[in-house]
């Protein structure tokens, strides 16, 4: 059965720190997707991957985060420098296509920045 | 860009009884339409989906039903059981979701 990775499962960290998750999409999957999670916003796209071209980054605080997809196996978001409004717990997600899909989950990463 | 709005926040229902989750949509370019199941500290998982070009969808106690016309779907749960209890988002899009603010549902025993 297979499944998306992200790593850390949990980070907690100083103010003013760097971060970085990482995520390991289903293999054959070509697309990528970021979320962040809070009680207060629900489930918001940071960003989101095709082919590992970025398509669409609009969700994302720029100056501060940063996401990447170095090869077919590995997606990373950083963020540098963290902030305590940064705490959250951070999704990845897989599909496969060129339009509408479904997507899988990885099991997130939760950050605390205190 | 799409909004999708989603009712109620909280649903409580007796064992055996039925639960309706409702979600709006407001893009008319959006042409795919999810529901996700997400337990206490668990992933979101995929449990049903429907696109545009269909109206109705099932898969044993769970029904999704689209109307385009009215930007509107709905997830139908049928003899809920105690592990139906979760929250359950729904999503719409095309090339990106946008999600709902989620309902939390609780199955009385």
């Known amino acids: 059965d297979a499944r998306v990775t992200q790593t850390p499962r949990h980070k907690v960290t100083e103010m003013g720190q760097e971060v970085t998750m990482r995520c390991q999409p289903i293999?054959?999957?070509?697309?990528v997707f970021w979320y962040r999670q809070t009680m207060m916003q629900g489930l918001e796209l940071l960003a989101y991957?095709?082919?590992?071209?970025?398509l669409d980054d609009s969700g994302m605080p720029k100056d501060r985060f940063s996401a990447e997809m170095p090869d077919a196996t590995l997606a990373t978001l950083k963020i540098q420098p963290s902030e305590p409004r940064d705490s959250a717990v951070y999704f990845c997600?897989?599909?496969w296509g060129t339009g509408s899909y479904e997507q899988y989950f990885g099991p997130g990463t939760r950050l605390t920045v205190t | 860009g799409e909004n999708v709005e989603q009712h109620p926040s909280t649903l409580s229902v007796q064992e055996g009884d039925s639960a309706v989750i409702k979600c709006t949509y407001s893009?008319?370019?959006?042409?795919?339409f999810p529901w996700y199941k997400q337990e206490l500290g668990k992933r979101p998982q995929l449990i049903i989906d429907?696109?545009?070009?269909?109206g109705e969808k099932k898969d044993q106690r769970i029904a999704v039903t689209l109307n385009k016309t009215a930007k509107h779907f709905s997830l139908h749960i049928t003899e809920t059981q105690p592990e139906d209890s979760a929250v359950y988002f729904c999503a719409g899009g095309a090339q990106k979701l946008v999600f709902g603010q989620g309902t939390r549902l609780t199955i009385n025993p």
């Open positions: 429907i696109r545009s070009n269909v």
């Open positions: 997600a897989s599909g």
């Open positions: 991957f095709r082919n590992r071209a970025p």
């Open positions: 293999l054959g999957h070509n697309t």
């Open positions: 893009d008319s370019a959006s042409n795919y």
